[in-house]
């Protein structure tokens, strides 16, 4: 039983100039202990995914239909305050700016013991020592001291470590992390990845990094799921789609990522931009931007298995397995 | 320190500018020797420089003149009256904040619905009704009509813990409700306003987004997380109303009959008590520069992002 499974998702939102599909019919899964990587470009609808699974999204917004299994159990039409028993107990979440997240008024023990005490009946000593242990785990040195600090003593990475025990400390069966490295410089992402992957895979911990990064997921994850316009459009093991893209979307993104490889030639980029989702092309929505578009395509492709365990949705299909460089 | 010597030098000038109290205090039928004898007695022959310059040294000692009608200390004329005002003013200020922080949350939380834009309309009309409609409102209603709440005066005092004040008897808190309430409209209206925009705000940031991933109960996250962020800035605020309170509450004291500053004040510029009056707006402006200091204080104990050096 996968840890998680969505099931032709949908999130809208009501806006004045229309019905907003920010999520449209995503379907995918997470196994126990495996680390998926949604990856895609700022409004193809990967955060609102992350966010409808713990029910976080806010009107307008609304999960119209589609199943979300958590364990096997369904999530969809949970009330408020069965959901709060899972968030934080059972998925946790970390958010993409770390200098946001911490609330600066509240010292650090404070925002970490009332995650304890939420979930759990411990006295404040015993929850102030899990919280103690939880910031040492993410390697923050002299945790007994950084306790009653405030959030603006930290750095960036630092308040990211924070946040990600806080993410820790009910060893959640779930994190979804919102592009968690972005904010960060390369060196400081680089520590962070190293200490997610670390202590997700001791603990068996399934993970949904969320990111629009190739490099990072590359490096990361067991499985890539590349969400375009709201949709997955290519779906495999992380070095299939990496070595063999069949979407021309994933082309692009992994064209355009400088390598060393490829010194002295201009990057490819893909043309064009993300059409708005209140007004998206008929058919594939990638049309519009793709090389290889035709008439076909402004009927909706479906999701086809083109090779065991990967899924795609295309009708002209990549065949060359290099990336034009 | 400097702030206070402006202060009495501004106030010494435009007071000598308002008119001459002698020809109030003398009766109509003194003779101009009479007059004469008045005005050497109250030290008003001597030039306004010189008249500034006694003052200031007497001032330096703790003494603000006499007052030409009751023959008392102006200083201990206006400390007798401080307690009633400070009084109103803390019921005033007691109330506005209560109220204005609670229903500014709730205006928050209910932004979209007509709970909240019933409460941020009542607010509107709280800020633009003037203090003496809504006072003699209020005293027609609650005084005269309904005969629910005593409508003029200050009610029995009571000692408690060596401080005398008419708070500690039923008698005393029936004669402070209405006086209070209309004191404290403007600034309940203001606080609902503040507390409300940062509340909205505080309510849409990230971090009350992760603490509602973290799980907690809704109590927790507008009480704690929402509510600290509102405080701070509500403190500065609540603060220099507080000295606006004490200072302006001459509208509502004379409305009501209240025995305090302002009431007092009102009075004595009625007859050109010069000495009075100096005292009176010596002391206000003492209370800003005290609360001031507080308020600074206190904005370093709630935000930590303050530091102690600069």
């Not at chain 1, 609330?103 to 650090?108: A, E, F, G």
């Not at chain 2, 009571?158 to 808190?173: I, P, Y």
């Not at chain 2, 509510?227 to 701070?232: A, D, Y």
Request: glycine share 10%; proline share 5%.
């Amino acid at each position: 039983m996968p840890t998680l499974e969505l099931r032709d998702l949908h999130t809208d939102f009501d806006t004045r100039a229309g019905v907003l599909r920010a999520v449209d019919g995503v379907t995918l899964s997470v196994g126990r202990g495996e680390v998926l990587g949604l990856v895609g470009e700022s409004g193809s609808g990967k955060s609102v995914t992350g966010f409808s699974i713990i029910g976080l999204i806010d009107p307008p917004g609304r999960l119209s239909s589609g199943s979300i299994r958590f364990q096997g159990r369904e999530l969809v039409g949970l009330t408020e305050r069965e959901l709060r028993k899972l968030r934080g107990r059972h998925i946790a979440i970390i958010f993409q700016d770390p200098m946001m997240t911490l609330n600066p008024v509240l010292r650090i023990d404070t925002q970490m013991m009332e995650a304890i005490q939420a979930h759990e009946r411990v006295s404040t000593a015993e929850a102030r020592r899990r919280a103690r242990d939880a910031l040492g785990q993410v390697g923050i040195p002299s945790p007994d001291e950084r306790l009653s600090a405030y959030p603006h003593q930290f750095s960036g990475g630092m308040r990211q470590r924070v946040a990600i025990a806080i993410a820790l400390l009910h060893n959640p069966a779930l994190i979804i992390a919102d592009e968690p490295t972005t904010a960060l410089d390369v060196t400081i992402q680089a520590q962070i990845l190293a200490v997610v992957q670390k202590l997700a895979s001791e603990r068996g911990t399934s993970l949904l990094w969320i990111t629009h990064d190739l490099s990072v997921v590359a490096g990361l994850a067991d499985r890539i799921a590349v969400m375009y316009a709201g949709r997955i459009v290519e779906s495999g093991s992380v070095d299939a789609v990496l070595d063999t893209p069949m979407h021309h979307y994933t082309r692009g993104l992994i064209g355009s990522v400088p390598s060393r490889n490829q010194r002295g030639h201009k990057l490819l980029q893909i043309p064009g931009m993300t059409p708005s989702p209140l007004n998206r092309p008929a058919g594939c929505a990638f049309r519009t931007r793709c090389p290889a578009a035709d008439a076909v395509c402004e009927t909706e492709p479906e999701l086809t298995n083109p090779a065991p365990g990967r899924e795609l949705r295309c009708f002209h299909p990549a065949s060359n397995t290099a990336v034009a460089a | 320190m400097l702030l206070l010597l402006a202060m009495s030098l501004i106030v010494f000038v435009s007071i000598y500018a308002i008119g001459d109290p002698v020809e109030i205090l003398v009766s109509p039928q003194a003779t101009i020797k009479e007059i004469e004898q008045t005005r050497v007695a109250l030290g008003l022959d001597q030039p306004l420089w010189r008249q500034y310059l006694l003052f200031l040294g007497h001032a330096l000692q703790g003494d603000l003149g006499r007052s030409f009608i009751f023959h008392q200390p102006a200083l201990s004329l206006v400390f007798s009256r401080f307690g009633a005002t400070l009084e109103l003013a803390l019921s005033a200020l007691l109330l506005s904040t209560m109220l204005g922080i609670s229903m500014g949350l709730v205006a928050a939380l209910r932004a979209g619905d007509w709970i909240g834009r019933t409460i941020m309309a009542a607010s509107i009309a709280g800020l633009s009704l003037p203090t003496f409609w809504v006072g003699t409102l209020l005293v027609m209603f609650f005084g005269i009509w309904l005969g629910w709440l005593p409508a003029i005066g200050r009610g029995e005092v009571a000692t408690f813990l060596g401080v005398t004040s008419s708070l500690f008897t039923r008698d005393g808190l029936a004669h402070v409700i209405l006086p209070a309430s209309t004191l404290a409209l403007g600034n309940t209206a203001l606080i609902i306003r503040l507390t409300r925009s940062g509340a909205v705000e505080a309510l849409q940031s990230d971090y009350v987004r992760f603490a509602r991933a973290k799980g907690l109960s809704p109590t927790r996250i507008v009480g704690v997380h929402v509510l600290k962020s509102v405080l701070i800035p509500l403190t500065t605020i609540v603060g220099l109303e507080f000295g606006g309170l004490v200072a302006f509450s001459v509208v509502t004291e004379t409305i009501y009959a209240w025995p305090g500053m302002g009431k007092l004040i009102v009075d004595s510029i009625g007859v050109l008590d010069r000495p009075v009056i100096v005292a009176y707006l010596m002391m206000v402006a003492l209370l800003f520069v005290v609360i001031n200091l507080v308020v600074d204080l206190l904005y370093r104990a709630l935000d930590p992002r303050v530091g102690l050096r600069p």
